[in-house]
């Protein structure tokens, strides 16, 4: 069983930056789709930042972080980052990391809902006050 344990959530006034961290309990091998997803209070959860951990490390972003978060792994750590700048006070919400090591699925934020996820961790608060 993978656990997935996220950090570094907080409070911050906009334009600031925070670093999430999810690390990552018994994963076996490098080939993994892991993503950052988000929920606001009183909406669904959306995916943010994908990574497809394989020979590419392919990313992918929605629209609204597009520049402005950086999603990347170090696997000496078994560590999935997101490195959040400008933040808005729209990026407050809970974020979630997640994890699945079948990759014969799309491992793309924008065309992958969180379905496609084996793994989860139980969430970090990110509060963005204007």
């Known amino acids: 069983q993978v656990q997935l344990v996220e950090s570094g959530g907080g409070s911050v006034q906009a334009g600031g930056s925070l670093r999430l961290s999810c690390t990552a309990s018994?994963?076996?091998?490098?080939?993994?789709?892991m993503s950052w997803f988000r929920q606001a209070p009183g909406k669904g959860r959306e995916g943010v930042a994908a990574?497809?951990?394989?020979?590419?490390?392919?990313?992918s972003y929605i629209d609204s972080v597009q520049g402005r978060f950086h999603i990347s792994q170090d696997n000496a750590k078994n560590t999935l980052y997101l490195q959040m700048n400008s933040l808005k006070p729209e990026d407050s919400a809970i974020y979630y990391c997640?994890?699945?090591?079948?990759?014969?699925?799309?491992?793309?934020?924008?065309?992958?809902?969180?379905?496609?996820?084996?793994?989860w961790g139980q969430g970090t608060q990110v509060t963005v006050s204007s």
């Open positions: 997640a994890a699945d090591s079948d990759l014969s699925f799309p491992c793309n934020v924008l065309v992958t809902s969180e379905g496609r996820y084996k793994y």
């Open positions: 990574i497809r951990l394989d020979e590419d490390d392919s990313t």
């Open positions: 018994r994963l076996i091998g490098r080939r993994y789709c």
